[in-house]
């Protein structure tokens, strides 16, 4: 049996930055306070928690004056954080991903420019809330093909400038659907892909490898929407995909009468997932070839 690895799969540049950033600011002693989940992955969340990094869903979960620093993660937030910020005794670390800074860019332009801001992605996605913000908190958030009737009932739609953008880890299929539908129903569209390249070329590398096997694993957290994307885009191949986080969920019942197993990870997978994963596979089916596909 064979052990199949994608080419582009587990962290990103920008999650593997964040985290490095994030990594060495823990190790300095002061306060640490993370806004939200570093990245969208347990056991990364949980490593820093061991490291003595506080976890806050909201800045009014920090003590006045306390001081110390802020992360903030890679998903990036609204330009009101920053403000927020400036009345508290806090070090701002922003490990915003330079792809989100980019569709953040984008999302101030198009609404300084008067344009209904589009974003296609995930609604309630970090991210997506962040870019929604730099719109003016006036951007539509459209997840699939279904959410373009609803723009359709606004009145004189056709009449008004659009903007659109995509959440950096949307599928490149389902923006260029969507873009395509809005386009029908008005005139003046500015569209920006800002899907960000490591995206693109995990999707491409694990639907590619999915079609060359038996078993799709998919390693990652199930917040994660990136490791979801690649979830339904190698279930689109028709073969059998799993999505899993540790190795506790590798059931053994999946691997019978499979020659091929592919691997692939989420951008927010740590390599160390990945390396656990794939020697209790070797473990269970023999040393079989484990190659990078």
Not at 215 to 224: A, F, N, P, T
Not at 232 to 250: F, N, P, S, W
């Amino acid at each position: 049996m064979q052990i199949l690895i994608a080419k582009h799969c587990g962290f990103c540049e920008g999650v593997s930055r964040a985290y490095k950033i994030a990594l060495e600011e823990s190790q300095k002693g002061a306060s640490i306070y993370m806004l939200g989940n570093l990245v969208h992955n347990t056991q990364v969340v949980e490593k820093f928690k061991s490291l003595g990094a506080q976890t806050v869903k909201d800045l009014s979960e920090i003590p006045k004056n306390a001081g110390g620093i802020l992360i903030i993660s890679a998903h990036g937030v609204g330009p009101e954080v920053y403000e927020q910020v400036n009345n508290l005794n806090l070090k701002i670390v922003d490990t915003t991903c330079p792809w989100v800074k980019k569709a953040q860019r984008i999302a101030k332009q198009f609404s300084d420019e008067g344009r209904m801001v589009i974003i296609v992605g995930d609604k309630g996605h970090k991210e997506v809330v962040g870019l929604v913000g730099w719109s003016g908190n006036k951007a539509e958030v459209i997840e699939d093909i279904q959410d373009i009737q609803l723009l359709g009932k606004i009145e004189g739609i056709e009449d008004i400038k659009v903007g659109i953008l995509a959440q950096t880890t949307q599928a490149e299929e389902n923006f260029k659907q969507i873009v395509a539908e809005i386009k029908k129903i008005a005139k003046d569209v500015k569209a920006e892909n800002t899907i960000c390249g490591a995206t693109s070329k995990r999707q491409d590398a694990a639907k590619d490898l999915a079609k060359k096997v038996d078993l799709m694993l998919v390693i990652g957290d199930k917040m994660s929407a990136n490791t979801k994307r690649l979830t339904e885009l190698c279930q689109k191949t028709g073969t059998a995909t799993r999505q899993i986080q540790t190795t506790t969920e590798l059931n053994p019942d999946w691997l019978k009468n499979k020659e091929k197993i592919g691997i692939t990870a989420g951008a927010s997978t740590p390599q160390w997932v990945v390396d656990e994963i794939t020697a209790l596979l070797q473990a269970r089916v023999g040393h079989g070839k484990n190659n990078k596909d």
